[in-house]
């Protein structure tokens, strides 16, 4: 079955440069979620969208920005980085079941490592 | 095998009934486990830590089985605002979190 898919992988950049992170949901799902997780840090919960608009926000910084386009797929961009954002980047698609439930599942990550 | 499975559900609970549902996780060196609620589309909220001689919350209680690597979940007098996706985070050594896919829960009137 397909999964969430997040691109790169892998990602090395130096301070003050930009970076576009990649997420496509699985087929169906209607909404995107980041999440930012750093070394010796729990997960946080960045933004969300749903049917494109913007559903949540976490703590997400100016820095960064973040949308979700006509196909479902959504990009984070991150501008002006700095050695903080050395993290690891992972998405979650759902599929809203109703009753105020989604099906919900993890993509893979994506570790952005800055210099 | 993944190192944090929860069964997905949909668990559909009748108003007022008990639903409970586990979570396992393979790194037997894992310390800390949390419980989190996520409604649709919005941010996780962090339900309860789970420690190893269980604890309560109101209607809520988290246990902790090391033998087995599993923390389990049970809701008790379910509510309809009960209707969530409920994710179990298990953490190993310092900063490694690891979040499950959730357990949907659906409680119908």
């Known amino acids: 079955a397909a999964g969430v898919i997040q691109s790169p992988r892998h990602l090395i950049k130096e301070k003050r440069e930009t970076a576009t992170l990649k997420c496509y949901p699985i087929?169906?799902?209607?909404?995107v979620y980041w999440y930012q997780q750093g070394p010796g840090q729990d997960p946080q919960f960045l933004i969300s969208?749903?049917?494109?608009?913007?559903?949540d926000k976490g703590s997400i910084p100016d820095r960064f920005s973040a949308q979700q386009f006509s196909d479902y797929h959504s990009e984070l961009n991150m501008s002006s980085l700095e050695l903080g954002d050395s993290a690891l980047y992972f998405c979650?698609?759902?599929?809203?079941?109703?009753?105020?439930?989604?099906?919900?599942?993890f993509g893979p990550g994506t570790r952005l490592t800055v210099l | 095998r993944k190192e944090v499975e929860q069964d997905p559900g949909p668990f559909n609970v009748p108003e007022g009934a008990t639903v409970a549902f586990n979570c396992t996780y393979s790194?037997?060196?894992?310390?800390?486990f949390f419980w989190y609620r996520q409604d649709c589309r919005k941010e996780p909220k962090l339900l309860m830590s789970?420690?190893?001689?269980?604890n309560e919350d109101g209607r809520f209680t988290a246990q902790l089985n090391r033998a087995s690597q599993y923390i389990s979940l049970l809701i008790r007098d379910s509510k309809l605002s009960d209707s969530a996706t409920y994710l179990c985070?298990?953490?190993w050594g310092w900063g490694k979190f690891q979040f499950g896919a959730g357990t949907q829960v659906v409680v119908t009137p």
């Open positions: 979650a698609s759902s599929l809203d079941l109703g009753q105020g439930v989604c099906e919900q599942f």
């Open positions: 087929p169906r799902h209607d909404t």
């Open positions: 969208f749903y049917e494109k608009m913007q559903s």
């Open positions: 790194n037997s060196a894992s310390q800390s």
């Open positions: 789970v420690y190893s001689s269980g």
């Open positions: 985070v298990v953490s």
